[in-house]
């Protein structure tokens, strides 16, 4: 379906790993369907507090992914996210609306 609307969306949260929040941590919000619209792909580093901020979101459903370390623009490519698709948290963003989510951490060898 597609959604017309002058209004987007924020979403924020924090990222955690088994100690706790997660500093420095690369949060990736990739749109469940359109991945070939980069556009709409938005990606933060956590502050000092773990904490992130998105906004300015395109009403959707979106994938939330975060990792401690990560190759730049890594999530735009097909393979990669495939990899780790189960371990992204589903968010759905409608007009004006806000979200708050906590991610858990993608650990990388």
Known sequence: SIVLTAESGVIEGGVVNVRGADP???????????RKRTNLYKAVVTGP???????????GNYKLFAWDDVETGAW????????????GRSVRITAASKEEVQVTVISTP
């Open 76 to 87: 735009q490519d097909p393979d990669f996210i495939r990899i780790h698709e189960s371990k």
């Open 24 to 34: 420095g941590a690369t949060v990736v919000l990739i749109p469940d369907t359109g």
């Open 49 to 59: 507090d773990g904490r992130f901020r998105f906004q300015g979101i395109a009403p």
